[in-house]
């Protein structure tokens, strides 16, 4: 492979309008100064931030040491028979070895949901032969640490040691990081941010553990560092960070991404959160929109809000592709959305506004009764129950409210839904993506709650203020107490949309929340209401 594998193909006329940033970017020796990790870049106020978040760009050298120690760990495992991983991690905790693992046809179980379903399912699996990664930079997001907590008294009920089953990935001085019930730490470069750790152990451990050849991937990565550090006009990195600052000074800040063939499976839902985390904030921001393929409706039909990109080779429909292998991708996105972070005027290493949704969720798990008291619902439709924030209205069948609803749509808005479910057992809710962003003709996303929460969801507050949200959450049969802790897993979901709701409308942004009594009715409800819509 050379570095030419990594291609960055722009229409001409993106070309054209990237072209005077690009010219700026290489005579101010921006390529140059972010491999030798310069955090002047971003202006004084991201200064601070930035002296600790640029290790990154050398991963592909730094990480090498970390092979031999995932292989050393992942052949003792399997001696003993462990050969079934199951990763807790949250956003950059987990959307990089999930990445790699299914680039590869590898199995990783990925918890990164409170739904108490779809973590019962995982504990069904065959713990004999499980081991538990517990990944989190900080050491202290409740959902990892729920996991962790209701594996410990899983493994114990079956009589298995947890510190023979628990490998750890945190951040030095992590409350995690003094894991005495763990059979091995390995500690993160605290000087990478969570979005743009898919080469260090974040990423690698997890994924080299389930059997990824991560070697290979630093070598992808390696192969295309000289081209990401070069301060040339073909510098891969600075064409696709000057496009995407071009599309978005024109008024195109969504981004849909669209699989045209890379190889890759679920680049998308990866570059979402780099993305999403890194430019939302300040009023503006790039929008990932992630669908299905190039036929999806958004891509080949985007308005001028919006910027079709191919995840592999250019189609009649995409404006910007982005060709190469996994490993080189890694580095050249992450280098992309920096120099987008420069150009936009914004910090790409922060991340403002998820804080106010975990402080949301937090206040109300203190008080359970608020939490009863909110869910009082406004109408109840069939299996549905609707709960609408200010100036959204629950009159009608509930094809009227989502008329209603969506109709609040600004000129150049989105459409957000969020779905806090099971995205194994209750997959078809994405169906709703694509039906909605048929019949209204806007940009809709889709993200499972809580995942998005880390992900999108600092857009949603940060970003152009104009997205309406409609959340979608569900009974459960059966709730998985935490152990220690005064919440059960389903109260810890429930508490988390509503959290994000009462964020997002304190921003002055319409929430409808339908919530399923019954979730295989109540979604074939909501589903037959999308499709009378029309334009
Ligand atoms: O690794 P941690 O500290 O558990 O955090 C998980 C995720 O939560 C965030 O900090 C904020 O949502 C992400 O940036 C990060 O990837």
Redesign the pocket.
């Known amino acids: 492979m050379s570095a030419q594998q990594i291609g960055i193909n722009l229409d001409p006329a993106l070309e054209a309008a990237a072209a005077p940033r690009l010219n700026a970017l290489v005579s101010d020796g921006v390529a140059g100064r972010l491999a030798a990790q310069d955090s002047t870049l971003w202006g004084p106020a991201a200064e601070a931030e930035a002296s600790t978040r640029l290790s990154w760009t050398t991963l592909h050298r730094t990480s090498r040491p970390l092979i031999g120690e995932i292989e050393a760990l992942r052949n003792e495992l399997r001696s003993e028979g462990v050969d079934r991983v199951v990763l807790a991690?949250?956003?950059?905790?987990s959307?990089a070895p999930e990445v790699i693992t299914a680039t590869e046809g590898v199995a990783l179980t990925v918890l990164d949901t409170t739904d108490p379903a779809q973590v019962a399912d995982a504990l069904a699996g065959d713990l004999d032969r499980t081991v538990l990664v517990v990944?989190?930079?900080?050491?202290?997001?409740v959902?990892?640490d729920s996991h962790r907590r209701v594996f410990v008294a899983a493994f114990e009920e079956e009589g298995i040691d947890p510190a023979r089953r628990i490998v750890v990935v945190?951040?030095p001085g992590?409350p995690l990081a003094e894991l005495e019930q763990c059979r091995k730490v390995f500690l993160a470069d605290p000087h990478v941010?969570?979005?743009y750790?898919a080469l260090t152990a974040?990423g690698l451990v997890p994924a080299g553990l389930a059997g990824a050849d991560v070697a290979r991937l630093l070598d992808q990565a390696t192969l295309v560092a000289d081209a990401v550090a070069a301060d040339t006009r073909d510098n891969p990195a600075l064409r696709l960070g000057a496009a995407f600052g071009a599309a978005h000074d024109d008024g195109a800040e969504k981004l849909v991404l669209a699989d045209t063939g890379s190889g890759i499976t679920g680049f998308g839902d990866w570059a979402e959160?780099l993305i999403a985390?890194s430019t939302g904030k300040q009023g503006t921001g790039l929008l990932p929109v992630v669908v299905d393929a190039p036929d999806a409706p958004g891509f080949g039909d985007a308005g001028k809000d919006a910027t079709p990109v191919a995840i592999g080779p250019s189609t009649g429909g995409s404006r910007i592709a982005a060709e190469g292998p996994l490993g080189a991708q890694f580095l050249v996105w992450e280098s992309a959305v920096a120099v987008a972070g420069r150009l936009l005027g914004i910090d790409p290493f922060d991340?403002p506004d998820?804080?106010a949704a975990?402080k949301a969720a937090r206040s109300l798990l203190d008080d359970p009764d608020t939490l009863g008291a909110t869910s009082a619902p406004a109408a109840v439709v069939g299996a549905v129950e609707v709960h609408a924030s200010t100036g959204t209205s629950a009159e009608g069948s509930l094809a009227d409210i989502l008329r209603e609803f969506t109709d609040t749509v600004p000129d150049g808005g989105y459409l957000a839904v969020q779905a806090y479910l099971d995205r194994l057992d209750d997959a078809s809710a994405a169906l709703l993506r694509p039906e909605l962003a048929k019949r209204t003709g806007m940009q809709t996303t889709f993200g499972w709650g809580p995942r998005f929460?880390?992900?999108t969801?600092?857009y949603h507050k940060g970003g152009h203020q104009n997205g309406v949200f409609l959340q979608i959450t569900g009974a459960s049969e059966e709730d998985l107490q935490v152990p220690d802790r005064p919440y059960t897993l389903g109260t810890l979901q429930l508490a988390q949309a509503l959290g994000d709701a009462q964020v997002l409308a304190d921003h002055g942004r319409p929430v409808l929340r339908l919530h399923l009594t019954d979730r295989a009715a109540g979604l074939a409800e909501v589903v037959r209401a999308v499709q009378e819509l029309d334009r």
Do not use: A, I, P
């Open positions: 991690g949250m956003g950059g905790s959307l990944s989190s930079k900080s050491g202290t997001t959902e990892t945190t951040d992590s941010g969570g979005r750790s974040f959160q985390e991340q998820v804080e975990k929460l880390h992900s969801g600092q």
